[in-house]
T-cell receptor, first 116, second 111 residues
């Protein structure tokens, strides 16, 4: 248990569906992240939020829409996805993005997404 | 050139041997360095972090950092089959507010 909780753990959705992934961290951190990890591929950073403000968007298609209502919660809204978007989506948090003691990143268990 | 480079592997060692995992980075402003372990189908979990040049030991794991050479390594002594996983190197530049992961090295420990 890392203190970062993701729901749902598994999701199957059609290409015309709209769904959301939810992440909550109980660590008092100020930075939260979404990563994508496709089968046998490295981690891809998608979005970074620091103190609820989006500080990084790594050229992610608009069919992925993040939302950070507060420092403890992060959502990833999904709509009109493609089968190639099937992957493990990892939420993570760290103390903050600008420094601090090592800025260790703690990962959630991940949400397995399958787009059919 | 990738900002953080790791040998993709797979690296295979016999049980009981020392496994050596290497990572190089390009950002000289990097200040802290992390090793994560990721089992197949699971999320990454932190094993160790190191800030200062030299060695840092924790049980069977030793992290080694050489900032002049921009090199960080992880040694696993007395490797066990349960150590079989992908090991991710991560590099932080606090001033830039940036954390960068390598692609990972897959380690297999054979009984």
């Amino acid at each position: 248990e890392t203190g970062v909780t993701q729901t749902p753990r598994h999701l199957v959705m059609g290409m015309t569906n709209k769904k959301s992934l939810k992440c909550e961290q109980h660590l008092g951190h100020n930075a939260m992240y979404w990563y994508k990890q496709s089968a046998k591929k490295p981690l891809e950073l998608m979005f970074v939020y620091n103190f609820k403000e989006q500080t990084e968007n790594n050229s992610v298609p608009s069919r992925f829409s993040p939302e950070c209502p507060n420092s403890s919660h992060l959502f990833l809204h999904l709509h009109t996805l493609q089968p190639e978007d099937s992957a493990l989506y990892l939420c993570a948090s760290s103390q903050d993005k600008t420094g601090g003691s090592g800025n260790t990143i703690y990962f959630g268990e991940g949400s397995w997404l399958t787009v059919v | 050139q990738k900002e953080v480079e790791q040998n993709s592997g797979p690296l295979s060692v016999p049980e009981g041997a020392i496994a050596s995992l290497n990572c190089t980075y390009s950002d000289r402003g990097s200040q802290s360095f992390f090793w994560y372990r990721q089992y197949s189908g699971k999320s990454p979990e932190l094993i160790m972090f190191i800030y200062s040049n030299g060695d840092k030991e924790d049980g069977r794991f030793t992290a080694q950092l050489n900032k002049a050479s921009q090199y960080v390594s992880l040694l696993i002594r007395d490797s066990q089959p349960s150590d079989s996983a992908t090991y991710l190197c991560a590099v932080n530049n606090h001033n830039a507010g940036k954390s960068t992961f390598g692609d990972g090295t897959t380690l297999t420990v054979k009984p």
